[in-house]
C-alpha cells in the first residue's frame, strides 16, 4: 500500500487547492496508509499555518479516521489520542498522540516538563 505525507493530508483536509485536491484524491484512491507522523503535523499546520482551533483539528483527525480509502497507523492509538485532545484540548494532539503511543507500548509515564501534558492520565510533570 502506498503512504501519504503532511501536505497530502492537509490538501484532503483543507480542500484549499483545487488542482492538488485532485491529485491527492487520485494518488489515495486505491487506498493509502497514514502515519502517526504526517497525522501529528497535519494537525500542527491547521493549528499553526491555518489558525483552526481545537473542534476544526479535532474534526480533521476524525475525517481522517473514517475516510474510506485512508488507513491510519495504528487507528486505535489515533483514536484514543483524539477522545484525549477533545478532553484536553490545551494540551494538543501531537502530545495527546505522543501519551497514547507510549501507553500502547507499554512504556508510560510520558515524563514531560509540559504543565498542561503532565496533568493528563500516561503523563508525567517533571
Given amino acids: 500500500m502506498r503512504a501519504v505525507d503532511t501536505n497530502v493530508l492537509v490538501r ?4 484549499d487547492d483545487v488542482t492538488q485536491v485532485a491529485v491527492a484524491e487520485a494518488f489515495v484512491a486505491n ?3 497514514v502515519p ?4 501529528a503535523e497535519a494537525t500542527w499546520v491547521l493549528a499553526s499555518v491555518y489558525d483552526r482551533g481545537a473542534d ?3 474534526t480533521a483527525v476524525e475525517m481522517l479516521l ?3 480509502h485512508l488507513t491510519v497507523q495504528d487507528a486505535e492509538v489515533v ?3 483524539l477522545a484525549r485532545f477533545r478532553q484536553y484540548p490545551k494540551v494538543g494532539f501531537s502530545d495527546c498522540l505522543l501519551v497514547e503511543v507510549a501507553r500502547k507500548a507499554g512504556h508510560t509515564p510520558l515524563g514531560t516538563f509540559d504543565r498542561d501534558l503532565g496533568q493528563i492520565d500516561g503523563a508525567q510533570g517533571l
Fill in 12 to 15: 484532503l483536509i483543507t480542500r
Fill in 31 to 33: 487506498g493509502a496508509w
Fill in 36 to 39: 502517526h507522523l504526517a497525522i
Fill in 56 to 58: 476544526v483539528v479535532a
Fill in 66 to 68: 473514517s475516510h474510506e
Fill in 79 to 81: 483514536a484514543a489520542a
